[in-house]
């Protein structure tokens, strides 16, 4: 007899345990499945999904040390600190940065105790539904059947590779192999100036490669805010990335040691580019291969999304759920977070609700670029009128301080009724900033609003109530 459970959940990643642990603590009894190992297919599976494995957290920590570095061997001699000969150990980067990993994932190990959550080491896959419980086959080690009544798919994403392009993970590399180099290679190539591409390339240029960044888009940063991409672009230019924009790939071919991308660039020139090593990032599809959807009646979009209900994220099957990157939507790990909540409190009876426009992206770049609701060229695409207001770090004393001020922020408000909406950041600590404009769009707060709450000086924040001023012409430091 299999087991039989309230709920549960198809992946822990972070919309998946947060999903499971939200969903026990209202008193349902909840099974997580996971069956992904990673890097060793004999080891135990991890908890944590693409985020807390290959994805944000690795990501951020080799961005830590890479930026350590830089500081050390670029920066830090401005505050009158001498240091010689500097070098990276990147073995060790990389150990710490698995240490952080392990630690992480284990983590979720004991909420999951702490919650009474089963986790079911194993890939889930649907068979059917019989006396009103789905039925699920666990394949791992040790394969079993359980039952439940309702599931919630948060299988994630995989890494978009390109036809004809082997993805070894050693020479040509997706997220998961640019973050386990045994050195830096003395020249790289990325392929997607999208976020996982700047975030890497950023990287391993910090340490000492001569990155070339190759993007099919004919813009840089096309979802950004107009303004704030053309700072980054300037700045990171500035810093050593190279890029061709509007390129046309052709053939990569890969030596003994070396990767050759041949490519037509803008201007329609045929080019050749020879990398020690090439990461592809080219976005990331849905994850819904071998959940066998069509024993439940499920089927995807056409680019392998499920179906689900804007306000509710429940497909077309009822008691079915998906959450976080199989469905519509940012690809974003605290948008799947907030999904799993949401349809935990749901199956418990609740009325939660999620604003997608208050949702916001960040880009962990130096500096780091964050943004939330509109921004200037989809205002002006829907015809509403708005003010904008910008102030720079430049005239902040914190950010001069602290070697920072590259950056600015900028509000957008609704010229007639004030509302806030759009805040947009270029800055080293703009992903903790953007928090604040957050809260204020989710309580339909205007320009004014920040512009009258005092803000502690001298700090970073103070440009965000000195941008809020700006919307109305009466920044008082610039």
């Known amino acids: 007899m299999s087991q039989e459970f309230d709920v549960v959940v198809i992946g822990a990643g972070p919309g998946g345990y947060i999903a499971a642990i939200r969903a026990a603590q209202l008193g349902f009894t909840v099974a997580c499945a996971e069956g992904n190992a990673y890097d060793d297919p004999k080891a135990e599976p991890r908890l944590g999904g693409t985020c807390l494995n290959v994805g944000c957290i690795p990501s951020k920590a080799l961005l830590a040390s890479s930026e350590e570095f830089e ?29 952080i990993v392990t630690k992480m994932t284990g983590g979720i190990q004991f909420l999951f105790k702490k919650n009474k959550v089963t986790h079911l080491k194993g890939y889930a896959s649907f068979v059917g539904k019989e006396n009103g419980l789905y039925q699920l086959a666990i394949k791992g080690k040790e394969s079993q059947t359980v039952s439940a009544k309702h599931v919630i798919i948060a299988s994630g994403s995989k890494a978009r590779h390109l036809p004809g392009m082997e993805v070894d993970n050693v020479l040509i590399c997706d997220n998961e192999g640019g973050l386990k180099f045994d050195q830096t290679p003395k020249k790289l190539g990325v392929i997607g100036a999208g976020v ?207 070697g920072s001020a590259d950056g600015f922020v900028k509000i957008l408000a609704d010229a007639t009724t004030d509302e806030i909406l759009g805040v947009h950041i270029i800055a080293s600590a703009a992903s903790d900033l953007i928090a604040e404009a957050v809260v204020a769009m989710e309580f339909k707060a205007s320009a004014e609003d920040i512009a009258r709450i005092c803000h502690p000086h001298p700090s970073l924040s103070e440009p965000i109530r000195e941008a809020a001023l700006a919307t109305d012409r009466r920044a008082l430091n610039f």
């Not at 001498?82 to 150990?95: E, L, W």
């Not at 813009?219 to 230019?237: N, P, R, S, V």
């Not at 306000?311 to 690809?331: E, F, K, L, N, W």
């Open 196 to 402: 996982i591409g700047l975030e890497l390339g950023s990287v391993w240029r910090r340490l000492g490669s001569e990155v070339t960044i190759l993007e099919a888009l004919p813009t840089f940063l096309g979802a950004c805010d107009q303004g704030i991409a053309a700072e980054a672009q300037k700045l990171f230019t500035k810093q050593g990335l190279q890029f061709q924009l509007g390129v046309k790939i052709g053939e990569v071919k890969k030596g003994k040691n070396n990767v050759t991308i041949s490519y037509v660039d803008a201007a329609g020139g045929q080019q050749s580019l020879v990398v020690d090593r090439l990461i592809v990032s080219v976005g990331r599809i849905p994850n819904t291969d071998g959940l066998n959807l069509e024993a439940v009646g499920l089927k995807t979009d056409e680019r392998g999304f499920i179906p689900v209900d804007n306000h509710t994220c429940a497909t077309s099957v009822q008691g079915i759920y998906a959450v976080g990157d199989v469905v519509r939507g940012p690809m974003l790990a605290h948008k799947a977070e907030d999904e799993g909540v949401m349809v935990a409190e749901i199956l418990a009876g609740q009325k939660p609700h999620i604003d997608y426009n208050c949702i916001p992206w960040v880009i962990y770049t130096s500096p780091e670029i964050a943004w939330v609701g509109k921004n200037e060229q989809q205002l002006k695409a829907e015809g509403r009128a708005y003010k904008p207001g910008q102030f720079p770090f430049a005239a902040n004393g914190r950010a001069l301080g602290m």
């Open 71 to 99: 500081n050390v061997e670029k920066h830090i001699a401005d505050h009158g600190i001498d240091i010689k000969g500097a070098s990276i150990n990147v073995p060790k980067m990389i150990s710490r940065k698995d240490t």
